[in-house]
């Protein structure tokens, strides 16, 4: 199962189901807004399968944006296991940072 994050209508990423899981399990772990980070948690545990930022505060979705531009490729050359597709899992993780560079300015 795919699972789709949507920071705003017309600028999302798909991931496989266990690349989606680990993306936000990346994301629960350092939200300091208990709420969003609960938010994330119940998508995982539920299996929905779909993230929308705009579900959160403006502050929230402020730090997940922050979270995934300064650590999350990091994390994932760090943390991922080491397999024969790992650089292109990393690279894919890369198109989720790089779409948070085409949202509008607040």
Do not use: C
Not at 10 to 21: H, R
Not at 79 to 104: F, I, S, W
């Amino acid at each position: 199962m795919a699972g789709l994050i949507v920071l705003r209508p017309g600028i999302d990423w798909t991931a496989t189901g266990g690349l989606f899981d680990w993306t936000l399990e990346f994301l629960v772990s350092r939200l300091s807004d208990r709420r969003a980070a609960e938010h994330l948690q119940e998508i995982i545990d539920n299996n929905l399968g779909s993230f929308w930022l705009e579900e959160l505060s403006p502050e929230a979705q402020r730090e997940v944006i922050n979270h995934l531009r300064v650590g999350l490729v990091t994390a994932g050359e760090g943390h991922l296991p080491e397999t024969d597709q790992k650089a292109d899992v990393v690279a894919h993780l890369r198109e989720l940072v790089d779409a948070t560079y085409r949202l509008p300015v607040e």
